[in-house]
């Protein structure tokens, strides 16, 4: 069974930059498709970046791409979010889980982390 740990969130001001880690247990993490998520106050959980279990895949909902880029250390067990060009949009709490596609595969979910965006 893989547990996942995110962290790296924060506050940070408009135009910033944060970078999020997900640190995973489990032997088979490197052979799953992995993806970022983030829930806003009052909102459903969207999807925001994928990236395939070698790194060579990676794919990014509009709302990001260009600003955010999802990468993975498979010998660390870690997938990493770079946040560039924030903006109070971003406000959110943001998760890792195994993916399939744009949807999450599996109930992997950790307890997330804050992402807060001042203008």
């Known amino acids: 069974q893989v547990q996942l740990v995110e962290s790296g969130g924060g506050l940070v001001q408009a135009g910033g930059s944060l970078r999020l880690s997900c640190a995973a247990s489990?032997?088979?993490?490197?052979?799953?498709?992995m993806g970022w998520f983030r829930q806003a106050p009052g909102k459903e959980r969207e999807f925001v970046a994928g990236i395939s279990w070698s790194g060579g895949s990676t794919y990014y909902a509009d709302s990001v791409k260009g600003r955010f880029t999802i990468s993975r250390d498979n010998a660390k067990n870690t997938v990493y979010l770079q946040m560039n060009s924030l903006k109070p949009d971003d406000t959110a709490v943001y998760y890792c889980n195994r993916v399939r596609g744009s949807n999450s595969y599996g109930n992997y979910w950790g307890q997330g982390t804050q992402v807060t965006v001042s203008s």
């Open positions: 489990g032997r088979t993490f490197s052979t799953y498709d």
